[in-house]
């Protein structure tokens, strides 16, 4: 999900994130109403025979969870919208680049067993390359055309984590070259669309309260340029209308890959840090799904690689954005 892409000249790019921009890797906190129980006694009469003292029946308040409703041949699309900004400096050369592409896919629900776990397959119905500098366009643009069709088989089990994750196709990430020095250009990793496809089946594991703080661990592989391993720290962040927002702030660390070889480029060493990195989730309860999540990962880093003979320091810096909306029909 998170692998440097290469540069080109800078381009800005408008797009309506669901929040406002919040700090880098602390997700914003805000108070929302406390949750009151209904009262769910019924009424006494007010008129008529005394019939001795009243006892309520005993009932219980069944506690309110953001929870999937999925049933056996249930099918939804996932509307995916990836935007990248990576910089490159280069012997003090800064290189500024844009890549922006889309991705339809339609999950179907081929089991759901007794204790609530299920198995989905995920099939790309679309893909199209929205924003690329030319070198990336005439890199990426086959890759991208060969994406529909790809199919991915998801395990969850009831509490909606992805147990097995069987990829279709990957894209690597390669060094190709250019008239303004070294580039890089991939799409999404293994990881990076298992972590998708983790957001887009989110699922909380309490009974919702009012300022609840939980936390998972995550691990991401980068590959040729090492790893990331951490937590997500969630926080539900209250009602927004008829939806439930969950934000979340990804505490990684940046685990130095050993040497090897990233096409033709020997990478020495590699450091990395987050700048920003987390992201918000729209549950609706009623309906029982995500709605739509957002994700930010900016980082920097320095990369010590042997190219064409040469020991060279590659100051790398990325935006990433990731946009989800979920669909009951194809948005196509």
């Known amino acids: 999900q998170h692998k440097p892409v290469e540069p080109a000249p800078a381009t ?17 906190l805000e108070r929302s109403q406390p949750i009151l129980p209904v009262d769910l006694a019924p009424k006494l009469p007010s008129t008529g025979p005394a019939i001795g003292p009243y006892k309520m029946p005993a009932r219980l308040l069944e506690p309110l969870k953001l929870a999937w409703k999925l049933k056996e041949a249930d099918t939804f699309y996932q509307e995916l919208i990836v935007t990248r900004r990576p910089t490159f400096k280069v012997q003090g050369v800064l290189i500024e680049s844009l890549l922006q592409y889309r991705i339809v896919s339609r999950f179907d629900v081929q089991m759901r067993r007794v204790d609530g776990s299920l198995v989905v397959q995920q099939k790309i119905e679309s893909a199209k390359l929205l924003q690329a500098d030319e070198l990336t366009r005439t890199t990426l643009t086959g890759a991208v055309a060969q994406m529909p069709g790809t199919i991915y088989t998801l395990a969850l089990n009831s509490n909606m984590d992805v147990t097995q994750f069987q990829a279709g196709a990957e894209i690597k ?3 190709i070259a250019g008239g ?3 580039r890089m250009a991939s799409l999404l990793d293994r990881d990076g669309w298992k972590e998708l496809v983790q957001a887009t089946f989110f699922q909380m594991d309490q009974p919702l309260k009012a300022n609840a703080r939980w936390a998972k661990p995550m691990v991401h592989s980068w590959g040729e340029l090492g790893s990331w391993a951490g937590t997500i720290n969630y926080f539900y962040a209250g009602p927004q209308e008829k939806l439930h927002k969950i934000t979340y702030a990804l505490q990684m660390k940046h685990r130095a890959p050993a040497r090897g070889q990233l096409g033709g480029m020997t990478v020495n060493s590699a450091n990395f840090q987050t700048q920003e990195a987390g992201g918000v989730l729209l549950f609706d309860a009623a309906r029982g799904k995500v709605v739509a999540a957002e994700e930010r990962f900016r980082v920097n880093g320095v990369v010590n690689a042997r190219l064409l003979g040469q020991n ?19 948005p196509d």
């Open 180 to 182: 303004q020095g070294l």
């Open 12 to 28: 800005i790019l408008e797009f309506e994130p669901l929040l406002p921009a919040r700090a880098a890797s602390k997700p914003v």
């Open 312 to 330: 060279t320091l590659l100051e790398i810096s990325e935006d990433q954005h990731f946009l989800i909306r979920l669909h009951d029909k194809n």
């Open 173 to 175: 990430m390669q060094p």
